[in-house]
């Protein structure tokens, strides 16, 4: 069955008491549970569903929307683990399983995991499968220094916070460069500090070179213009740089510079007001 997992548009072909079929690809029907109807629907009407297994492993069609598709990577919350593995939450009525077999490591309730949602051919169901490495690509030629890209932070490691590139690339954001807090399961906007011979990625979530301050002056601007006032100098604690305005010390100091320069700030000893 080839709409398995994915987001489809199906006819309906026939109503019955428990709901309507829908006509698949191979003419063979996948019910749509009554639940999920409006009444207002007429045999011939295309129904834009998503495919799944339900608790008795049977086709089923449903208008929710999970987390994830097919060959797509989330971060899914654990639910529950059993003797045959984690059950995920993915936004549907049945949960994600992630087989015991399918775990990178072990795992508890409440765990936020990184898992690619993947066929079983043996059984013809959904699960979750948490070897990422599996799934990651190694050639990052087509990165360059500096490049804007999607990233899905995972993990935190000693180091910092590992992060899903456009998809299917690792890379990594130094705990010391971030200047915001971060955990799994958030999307964000990040830069390409550096492409290394093993294929990995370091990443940053500021811009590279001019646009870095560039953007690090706009969002001071921003905030002197709703408030006309920021306590915050080049002699305040970059611990309370960071938490207002989520940059470092040192880019503060540069944009400030600019602004100033520019005739936009008036900085004096009890911190920047708008000129």
Sequence with gaps: MKELGKINQLPINRFTDNGAYLMLSDQTEVLIPKRYLSGAENE??????????????????????????????????????????????????KD???????????????????????????????LGVSKYEDFILSDTSIFEVGQEVDALVFDHTDLGFKALINGFYEGLIYGNETFKPLEAGDKVRAFVKKVREDGKI????????RQKFEEGAAAILETLEKHAFLPLNDKSDPEVIRETLAMSKKQFKQCIGQLYKKKKIII?????YLA
């Design 202 to 209: 370091d990443l940053q979530l500021t811009p590279i070179g």
């Design 268 to 272: 004096k000893e009890d911190g920047i």
């Design 44 to 93: 011939g009407d295309v129904l834009e569903v998503f495919v799944y297994t339900d608790s008795e492993d049977r086709p089923v069609a449903v208008t929710d929307k999970p987390l994830a598709l097919l060959d797509q990577f989330a971060v899914l919350e654990v639910k529950e683990v059993t003797g045959i593995g984690a059950f995920l939450d993915w936004g549907l009525e």
């Design 96 to 126: 994600l399983l992630l087989p015991n077999s399918e775990m990178h490591q072990k795992v508890s309730k409440g765990d936020k995991v990184l898992v690619m949602v993947c066929i079983d051919h043996k059984t013809n169901r959904l």
